[in-house]
Structure formats: C-alpha cells, structure tokens
C-alpha cells in the first residue's frame, strides 16, 4: 500500500480524502495556493506545498507546479479529487511518465469518456440511445446559432471539458446561443484550460439519475445503485438522494448493467459515474461518463456501507475489487444538500467573506439516522472568489425516505452559518416542499417552482402557532432575567406578567404563559395550547425546544422588543409586547425602503468584465447591459425595463463590492 498521496486539490473533497488515508495509514500531502494558505485542507495534510496565486490556471491546474510538489515530497499517488486536473489526461500521463500512480482510471479511459464529445460518440457506437446534438468542434457564435436552430430551440451549450454546471447555458432563441456561446467558452477556457463546446437538444422535464460504477484492473466491474441528481439550478446539482424515489428494480439493474459495460468497454478503472435522462416512462438516454469521484458520492457510501475513496485508493494500488455485485445492498435512504456561498435572495449570487459563525450540527451515527458534514471551511475562514463556492456538503441517513427528509430539515435548521449570504433558507424550503416530498420532481423542479426566483418563506398556520409559542416563552424568559440586573433602585421590583402579544409574519396572537420548574404552557387566545420545555437562555443563537413532544430548532438574534427567528427556510421578525405595547405599536408608521428603481447595483462582489451599452443609450426590457464575473462564473445583468442610460460609473477591469452602483437610468 502507499506510504505517501498527494491530493491535487483544495477545499471539502481534499479534506474527505485525507479523512479516509488517514483511516488507511497513509500520509497526506496538500497544495495550496496564496489564498488557500489557512485553509482546512492545508491544516489536516501532514505536509503541504504552495504552488501560486489564488486563481485556478496558476496554481491548481497547472501541471508542472503539481508535478513539482510531487517530487518535493516523495509522493507515491495522487488523488485529484473532482474538478481541476480531475479529467484531465496530459495530467494522467504526466504522472504515468514520473512513475506516480494516479487515483483514478487510464489515461485512455479519461481521454475516451471523460471528453464529453467522445464519450457521446463511443456511446452511439455502442448502440446506447443518446439526445441528439451536434458532436463536431463549433467554429464561433454564429457557428453555434446556425448548429442551435438545426437542432431546434431550446439547446444546452456546454464546455466538452466542462463539469460542477460551469461552461453550461441553456438557450432558447438566437441571441442567447450567441450570449451563451461566448460565456460558456469564456469559463470552459478559465475553469478547465480547453474552450471546446459543444451543442445539444435540451430535453424538457427530464429526470437526471446516476450510476455509481466501480472496476478494478482485474476485470471485475460493480455498481452501487443511483443517486436521483433532479433538484439543479443552472445544471448544478443542489440536492441528492440516494435511492431515487423513481425507479423500479428492473430500470436500475438495466441501467447499472449497461453503465458497467460502457465502463468495461473503454477499460476502466477506479470510481467512475455514468450520467442518464430518465423520461416520465423510465425510458433512459447516456448523458455522460464523470471519469472521476462525483462531489455527491457521500449518499452512495451511506446506502452501501462502501468508502469509494478507500476503494480508488486500493485499485490504484493494483488490488481486485473485494466485493461483488450480490454484495450490493441498498440500505435505507441518504439525502445530500450542497451548502453553497450564494445568495438566494438574490438570484443565487456569490457570496464571499469571512465565516463569522460556522457551526455544523453535530456529526453522528445512531441506531435509525446518520448525520455527516462534508466540508472545507472553518469559523473565522474566508470564502473566496476565486473558486467554487460550495462551503459544505450536508447528508442523513435514515430507514426511509420521509425520516431521511425531516432529520435533514432538523440538520439545516440547525446549522449556523454567519457572515456570507447562503442557500440554507432555500434547501429548507425544499425540504418542506410537498412536491419534492412526494418525489414528484424532475430537472426543472427549481424553475418551475420558484419561476420568480426565491424570496423566503411564508410558515404555515400551524408553524407559525409553535413559533409564537416558542418566541413568547423565550421572551418572558428574558424578561425575567432583565429584572435582576444589577444596580435596581430600592424598594423597586419588576413584575413580569403572564399575558403577551406576539406579532410575525404579518399575524398578531394573544398568549398567555404559565410557567413551572419544568417548562411552559403557552395558551392562545381561541383556547389551544402547547406545551414547551428547553435549556434554552437568553444570549445563545440557537435555541432547542420541545413543542408537544416534537423537535423545533429556531435560530435566534435579539432585536428590539423581540427576536429575529429563522426556522424551516423562513427568516422572520418576531415582536413580543405586552398587551398595552401591543395597543401603541399599531400606530406606528412603518419604514419603507429606498427606491433604486433607477439604478442598477451589482449584486454579488464581482469584477466587471465587459459594459454593453454607453451614456445615452436607450435600453429594452431584457437587453443585456453589463457582464459581471464572480466565482468563475460569469453573470450577465439585464434590463428590468425600458430606459435610457444617464450615467455608468464602472468600467471593464473594475471589481465592486456588492450594491455598488454601476450605472443610472433617467
């Protein structure tokens, strides 16, 4: 077995394989570049080498610095882990020709699959159904149109290299295969070094459902079930499952069967993933092969009880695989959310900055749930712009799929992220989401069920009722406190009442609070009460309570007569009075918010790449006005209506910080 493997990468999936080496008994090596020099995966690594700057093509993917950090070390193999080099065959071979063993399959195997052109030919030949699309290299943006509108709108544009939804647009008219063109060539170019695109039909309500392969050097080919990849915004998974609620045994054998024989059929080794569409008839079409470790593979390791990681590991060291297809049990259900720095209050941009607050729910394993958080990142770390911004990835385990669902709510709900905008309120949203619930889902679940992009959530009645329950108890609790502050004039003592109104979420309730050693009885005024206990005390940001003999986590701030409570995707203001504060706040007037209707503000922190139109440009609803790059992608800014441009205050080459003002509308 090695002795020494270097992993070529950085973040969440560096630090997931150093967990498993470790457990192995093999030593780590890290790379890291200047922006990475305190990172989590630098601190785990036994050693660690710098190899550059904080972008990408100067330090993560280029070859020869990788090779460099190689020798320095004595490394015997190399996990690349997804992304950079991960795909990459002059990489392969580069290491094939030092002599170091690659985590991962032949040179020939990535050079034939792991090419999404190639890969879409071999499968043709192979008689596996595939989405037409053009396979040919694309000459430029009219090129690409001319290739679009043959194969009939809507098409997907994507970088051949491509992978994680970079390099990926959806067009569906002329102009946005042209837009969609330059973009996707632009961030295929800087992503993966290789600005090949190519063109296919983009097919409506499709499922997208993976087979996880594993083959050996010996002949030996397994798979280990699916993993149901439909819940994506942008063609970049959000949520995972494994199983999928969708198939049937007879679909998933055929579809593993003919995954491990296009495997086969192209000599592979290690851990590969096998892409299909899957159509509301279980009919399935080859999308593509990932010749790599997939960011989701977690959920199959909790179904199957299999470390790919430690299975690549002894593959590469030239060992037969130890298990058989029969050995292949899928047990229970595993859910994956991916806990990105983006904003989805607005739109999903990038977020970057420093954690001030990042605290995971506990990882554990019980008799009837697992609770497992990927992640790369720690308290006081900063989220940079120059890669991905995926800060966690957070997975349960249960028997069944509706009790891995509700400890994934409890999981989201209790994790504590502070400093950075994030996607937590919209996983939970999911979550609770009666269509995702019922596994009624499909690749378009996010468009079509969000179409106006998502702007939090409204708690239903009943919810709405337990965390009024909740707050006002909370709230006396705190009051109670406040009156044995120190320094209190004699012969004064502040009485805290029983009867409060708590106002959320537009709704006002009249309580009444009965309180003993043991816990409170919160009493609504039409009769209906709930019974609370909790260690919970004035100060900790995340309070446990039990409501009726069920879990609720809420995550609290203190502000100005109440709390800010944030529960289930929901980020509520929650106002306690006592009934004569109650009386007075209704005649409050209420703050409205600035107009920037005339302007358009940067939405994430961003570098200007590229200004559309000038000073007195008269500009239509839709029309493209400015390119902002962020996170290696780039985000084009559009007209929300018609106007004429009065003044631009940002210039190609300009980086902003987020709500700066780029430009003014009369």
Known sequence: MFKKILIANRGEIACRVIKTARKMGIQTVAIYSDADKNALHVSMADEAVHIGPPPANQSYIVIDKVMDAIRQTGAEAVHPGYGFLSENPKFADALAKAGVAFIGPPKGAIEAMGDKITSKKLAQEAKVSTVPGYMGLIDDAEHAVKI?????????????AGGGGKGMRIAWNDQEAREGFESSKNEAANSFGDDRIFIEKFVTQPRHIEIQVLCDAHGNGIYLGERECSIQRRNQKVIEEAPSPFLDAATRKAMGEQAVALAQAVGYTSAGTVEFIVDGNRNFYFLEMNTRLQVEHPVTELITGVDLVEQMIRVANGEPLSITQKDVKLNGWAMECRLYAE??????????????????????????AVIRNDTGVYEGGEISMYYDPMIAKLCTWAPTRAEAIEEMRIALDTFEVEGIGHNLPFLSAVMDHPKFAAGDITTAFIAEEYPEGFDGVSLPMDALRRVAAAAAAMFRVAEIRRTRVSGRMDNHERKVGRNWVVNLQGESFAVTIDADPDGSTVTFADGASHRLTSTWVPGQPLARIDIDGEPLVLKVGKVSGGFRIRTRGADIKVNVYTPRQAELAKLMPEKLPPDTSKLLLCPMPGLIVKVNVAVGDEVQDGQALCTVEAMKMENILRAERKGIVAKINAAPGDSLAVDEVIMEFE
């Not at 679009?148 to 051949?160: D, L, N, T």
């Not at 739109?347 to 394993?365: A, D, H, K, M, Q």
């Open 148 to 160: 679009s509108g043959e194969i009939g709108y809507p098409v997907m544009i994507k970088a051949s």
């Open 343 to 368: 904003d989805p209050y607005r739109n999903f941009l990038p977020s970057i900055g420093r954690l001030t607050r990042y605290r995971p729910p506990v990882e554990e394993v019980r008799a009837n």
